[in-house]
T-cell receptor, first 110, second 113 residues
């Protein structure tokens, strides 16, 4: 019930394309779903987050789509750029414990 | 500059030799947390603290201890390190809890031989 399953494990996208990463959860008590971006040698940094009272949140080229009934959420990166190459983690929490997906290594080819 | 500072950044040590990884934040955050990151497993929470003198176990607390005597500091203690604790460790903080943006340190890479 505590797991967050993330896919794909790795993803290669051409510059200018759309990158899509998916996550699924089981615990219906989760009420905060962040996405973190991590570059080599650095700690994760919050990219965008959503709460379950909305189905979509957009910040610049980054969009979270949230499907409460399916218990799934996804990150869409529009017009992907080489600088977006990083590892992306989804996560979920209900209060003090943050449960993480296994991560997706994204490579944007120039 | 708002930051979470971890020390040391790298450490190679031997089984059974007690070690402490320090973590300090300058944002007056109430919530602090420790994670370990292993390939293919993402990040897993070790311990977290809701405020001074209030701590609780995460998903993988075995072999670790923490304390929160001051708001800014949250050290991670390995009393008798073992090779299966070789990992990349991150400290993070947020204003109130895990359901708010967390600020992460740059990590501590521990190798236990």
């Amino acid at each position: 019930q505590q797991q967050v399953k993330q896919s794909p494990q790795s993803l290669i996208v051409q510059k200018g394309g759309i990158s899509i990463i998916n996550c699924a959860y089981e615990n219906t008590a989760f009420d905060y779903f962040p996405w973190y971006q991590q570059f080599p040698g650095k700690g994760p940094a919050l990219l965008i987050a959503i709460r379950p009272d909305v189905s979509e949140k957009k910040e610049g080229r980054f969009t979270i789509s949230f499907n409460k009934s399916a218990k799934q959420f996804s990150l869409h990166i529009m017009d992907s750029q080489p600088g977006d190459s990083a590892t992306y983690f989804c996560a979920a929490t209900s209060n003090y414990q943050l449960i993480w997906g296994a991560g997706t290594k994204l490579i944007i080819k120039p | 500059e708002a930051q979470v500072t971890q020390n040391p950044r790298y450490l190679i040590t031997v089984t059974g030799k007690k070690l402490t990884v320090t973590c300090s934040q300058n944002m007056n955050h109430e919530y602090m947390s420790w994670y370990r990151q292993d390939p293919g497993l993402g990040l897993r929470q070790i311990y977290y603290s809701m405020n001074v003198e209030v701590t609780d176990k995460g998903d993988v607390p075995e072999g670790y201890k923490v304390s929160r005597k001051e708001k800014r500091n949250f050290p991670l203690i390995l009393e008798s390190p073992s090779p299966n604790q070789t990992s990349l460790y991150f400290c993070a903080s947020s204003p109130k809890g895990a359901n708010q943006p967390q600020h992460f340190g740059d990590g501590t890479r521990l190798s236990i031989l």
